[in-house]
């Protein structure tokens, strides 16, 4: 099993930064492929924003995600990280943790919800315009 915790969301104005965290445990984590970030928004499919594979440490984003969001990882502490600049008001969503300790011949797996077997609860990000 792996535990996953997320925290940072908030209210922000557009243009503004905000850093999620995720916070992973359990005794299967060392296992684990890939950590992801995706999102829902009301009414909306939960959608890939961006992953990075656990052991090598690359990085792909959605392009909705390129040249504002980073993902980055503490292997120390377990943690995955979610920078958001220059947000916008569609980026309001619940934005979700996966890991994955499923093995797949190609990366792009990872881009999917499927691709994922663990998942946090979620943190509200709001953006205002």
């Known amino acids: 099993q792996v535990r996953l915790v997320e925290s940072g969301g908030g209210r922000v104005q557009a243009g503004d930064s905000l850093r999620l965290s995720c916070a992973a445990s359990g005794r299967t984590f060392s296992t684990t492929r890939s950590m992801g970030w995706f999102r829902q928004a009301p009414g909306k499919d939960r959608e890939f924003v961006a992953n990075i594979m656990w052991r090598r440490g690359s990085t792909y984003y959605a392009d909705s995600s390129k040249g504002r969001f980073t993902i980055s990882r503490d292997n120390a502490e377990n943690t995955v990280i979610l920078q958001m600049n220059d947000l916008t008001p569609e980026d309001t969503a619940v934005y979700y943790c996966?890991?994955?300790?499923?093995?797949?011949?190609?990366?792009?797996?990872?881009?999917?919800?499927?691709?994922?077997?663990?998942w946090g609860q979620g943190t509200q990000v709001t953006v205002s315009s």
């Open positions: 996966a890991a994955s300790t499923l093995t797949y011949y190609h990366d792009t797996y990872y881009y999917t919800r499927r691709g994922y077997d663990y």
